[in-house]
T-cell receptor, first 113, second 113 residues
Framework: QQQVKQSPQSLIVQKGGIPIINCAYE??????FPWYQQFPGKGPALLIA?????SEKKEGRFTISFNKSAKQFSLHIMDSQPGDSATYFC????????????FGGGTRLMVKP | ETGVTQSPTHLIKTRGQQVTLRCSSQ?????VSWYQQALGQGPQFIFQ???????GRGNFPPRFSGLQFPNYSSELNVNALELDDSALYLC????????????FGPGTRLTVL
C-alpha cells in the first residue's frame, strides 16, 4: 500500500532528447509528489513537485504530468543536456502521516553528447 | 546547496559496533527526517523528529534511535551494527512538520565490515 513503483531503471538519450520517467502509486491518500535529482556522492535535490489537484506543472525544462485516476505521474525533461545525467527519484507523501516521503527505486539517466 | 550539513562524510565500522551520525538542519527548520539509502536503491524513511520528539517511524528496528536538540540539530544512533547497515544515511529538514518540501543533506556513507 505504501509502494511507489518507478520505471525505467535506466535510460539513455541523445542530447536534446526528451527522457520520460514514470511512477505509479497505490495509496490514494498520497497528496504530494516530488521529484528529486541525485548526483553520485550527493544527497537528493528537489527538482519539482505537484499536488493531485493539477494535471501538469512546468518549471524550466522539467515537467510533471499527473493522472489521478490512473495513480500515475511522470517527469519529462525537455532539451536534455549531458549535465542532466544523474539518478532521478519520484516520491510521494501524505500530510496525515507527517509528510514522510516514500521513494521509488530510481532511474539512472545518461544523456549522450 | 540546501544548508543541511551532515557529519562525518564517511565512516567505517565493524559489525557489532555502535555509530552516531550528525545533522544540522537548515536555518529556521524545526523538523528533521532521517533516511537510509542502500546502494542502487531509493531512500527509505527511518524516523522523523519535530521539536525534540520522535514524530513518526519507518520499518526499522529499535537499534536505530535518534535525538533532536533545542537548536533542531539531530543525531542518528545505530547499535549492534550489521553488514546490511552499510548505506548512505541522509538527513532532510523542513520548516515544520506540516510543510511538504524537504531539503536533503549530502549524506554520511557508512561502511560496516
Amino acid at each position: 500500500q505504501q509502494q511507489v513503483k518507478q520505471s525505467p531503471q535506466s535510460l539513455i538519450v541523445q542530447k536534446g532528447g526528451i527522457p520520460i520517467i514514470n511512477c505509479a502509486y497505490e495509496n490514494t491518500a498520497f497528496d504530494y509528489f516530488p521529484w528529486y535529482q541525485q548526483f553520485p556522492g550527493k544527497g537528493p535535490a528537489l527538482l519539482i513537485a505537484i499536488r493531485p489537484d493539477v494535471s501538469e506543472k512546468k518549471e524550466g525544462r522539467f515537467t510533471i504530468s499527473f493522472n489521478k485516476s490512473a495513480k500515475q505521474f511522470s517527469l519529462h525533461i525537455m532539451d536534455s543536456q549531458p549535465g542532466d545525467s544523474a539518478t532521478y527519484f519520484c516520491a510521494a507523501s501524505y500530510s496525515n502521516a507527517g509528510n514522510m516521503l516514500t521513494f521509488g527505486g530510481g532511474t539512472r539517466l545518461m544523456v549522450k553528447p | 546547496e540546501t544548508g543541511v550539513t551532515q557529519s562525518p562524510t564517511h565512516l567505517i565500522k565493524t559489525r557489532g559496533q555502535q555509530v552516531t551520525l550528525r545533522c544540522s538542519s537548515q536555518s529556521g527548520h524545526n523538523t528533521v527526517s532521517w533516511y537510509q539509502q542502500a546502494l542502487g536503491q531509493g531512500p527509505q524513511f527511518i524516523f522523523q523528529y519535530y521539536r525534540e520528539e520522535e514524530n513518526g517511524r519507518g520499518n526499522f528496528p529499535p537499534r536505530f534511535s535518534g535525538l533532536q536538540f533545542p537548536n533542531y540539530s539531530s543525531e542518528l544512533n545505530v547499535n549492534a551494527l550489521e553488514l546490511d547497515d552499510s548505506a548512505l544515511y541522509l538527513c532532510a529538514s523542513r520548516q515544520t512538520r506540516s510543510t511538504d518540501t524537504q531539503y536533503f543533506g549530502p549524506g554520511t556513507r557508512l561502511t560496516v565490515l
